[in-house]
Every structure is written in structure tokens, then in C-alpha cells.
């Protein structure tokens, strides 16, 4: 699979231009995550989190949380713990104020982690979240790997994640949108040169649909189930262990 970073001419890790980056556009982030979907990425936080409505999950580890608007859309299940984590704390100071202002800071903790050697104990949560993240894993099966040891037997994993469009004519119209004019407004809301550059490169070259199935069987998940949403611009993946 290629890697894709978000600055390829630099030696740096994977892991630490994608720290850099999202430290970079976080205070922008949350408006441009919302600006560049046209709202559309509520609804799709939402579906995903109605996928674990039947599980009741009370332990639930929410990856690559950015400034934690996943591991929010989670509290409709009324768990008894969410935990989000990501390496960037740039994303996470921007969600740790949004929690304080929603009065919720003392039903999600915020918290600097790896999503590929977790620091948590195998069989500890009943779900995890991850919400745009899993293609920037630096080892795509190792991360998921780690979230297969951390559920608990019988838990689910829920992945909302970009995909590509193939039907006539959203495949024209999105690939035009998303090589062009996302871009262009991301470069210039966010004065960052790479971030959403990268952001399609990211996409083009991350294994969807029935490719990253297989992975997702590979690692260990039963059951495993996507469902494309918005005419396949981004899909819900799902497994259990």
C-alpha cells in the first residue's frame, strides 16, 4: 500500500507530519471540517454512532479524536466512559474547550495517545470509534491490530472514513470538488500549504471498500460490514471481534 505523507520531500515519520499538521490547522479545523463537508459530516457522525445503538456499549475508546466531535456524538449512547485519544494536542486544547463549554468534561477525557501502541490493557472497552483517522495511521494493520486487542470479546469497532465515488457522474463532480476546490478554500482558511493537499492525496491512495475489508478480516474482525454513505463519499465500516 502507499504511504502518503503529508510532506514528502521531508525525512520525518509519517506519524510526526501528521502531528504537525493537524497542531498546524486546529484552531481552524472545526469550521473547516464543517465549511468543506457543507454540514454533511453531522449526519455521518451520527449513522456511525447508530451503529452501535444494540451493543449499549458502556466503555467506549474513541481513535484519532481530534477535537472530539465523534467521541460528543457518542454520549446519545449514554455510555458510562468515553475516552478519546490522538497525538495531537493542538486538536485536543481546541476539543478540550468545546467540552467545557458544552459542560461535558467530566463525561469524555481527552488524551494524548498512539493509535498504533495503545496504553490500554487487551479486553478494556466495549467499542471504538474513528472518525477520519485510520488513514493517517503510519502501519494501518498494526493500528488496527491494537484497537483488536483493546475490545472487549464481542465488541464493535465503527470507522467512518473517506472513500472514492464510482457512479456517473459524483465520481466527476467529487473528484473535481476534492482535487480542486477543497484545496484551494483549505489552503486558504488554514494557511497550511500541505494539510489540504494531503487530505486527497490521503484518500486516493487509502484501500476502500472491499480492499479494506479484507484488511479489517485480516486483523482479526468478524462480521466486518461496510456501508457506503452520500453516494460512496465516505463510507461506515463495522467489525467485531
Not at 473547516?32 to 454533511?40: D, E, T
Not at 451503529?51 to 455510555?79: E, R, S
Not at 466512559?81 to 490522538?86: A, L
Not at 488554514?190 to 494539510?195: I, R
Request: aromatic share 10%; net charge positive.
Amino acid at each position: 500500500m502507499t504511504q502518503v505523507k503529508p510532506l514528502s520531500q521531508s525525512d520525518k515519520s509519517k506519524k510526526l507530519q501528521v502531528e504537525e499538521m493537524f497542531d498546524s490547522i486546529s484552531k481552524r479545523y472545526d469550521f473547516l471540517n464543517h465549511f468543506l463537508s457543507l454540514g454533511i459530516d453531522k449526519r455521518w457522525r451520527t449513522k456511525s454512532v447508530n451503529k452501535l445503538k444494540d451493543l449499549h456499549p458502556k466503555t467506549i475508546l474513541d481513535i484519532a479524536t481530534g477535537t472530539g466531535d465523534l467521541a460528543i456524538a457518542c454520549l446519545k449512547l449514554n455510555p458510562e466512559k468515553v475516552i478519546g485519544i490522538d497525538i495531537s494536542e493542538g486538536m485536543m486544547a481546541v476539543g478540550r474547550e468545546k467540552l467545557i463549554a458544552k459542560g461535558m468534561s467530566d463525561k469524555i477525557t481527552l488524551v494524548r495517545g498512539d493509535s498504533e501502541n495503545l496504553e490500554y490493557a487487551d479486553n478494556s472497552f466495549n467499542a471504538v470509534t474513528a472518525g477520519f483517522g485510520v488513514r493517517n495511521f503510519e502501519n494501518l494493520e498494526k493500528g488496527l491490530s491494537e484497537i483488536h486487542r483493546v475490545l472487549t470479546p464481542g465488541g464493535k469497532l465503527v470507522i467512518l472514513e473517506f472513500s472514492k465515488p464510482t457512479v456517473f457522474p459524483v465520481r466527476q463532480v467529487y473528484n473535481f470538488y476534492f482535487n480542486t476546490i477543497l484545496p484551494f478554500w483549505g489552503r486558504y482558511i488554514s494557511k497550511s500549504n500541505s494539510a489540504y493537499s494531503y487530505l486527497p492525496e490521503s484518500v486516493k491512495y487509502f484501500p476502500d471498500g472491499p480492499a479494506f475489508e479484507a484488511i479489517l478480516n485480516k486483523t482479526g474482525f468478524k462480521m466486518v460490514t461496510s456501508e457506503p454513505l452520500s453516494f460512496g463519499i465516505c463510507s461506515i465500516y463495522t467489525g467485531i471481534k
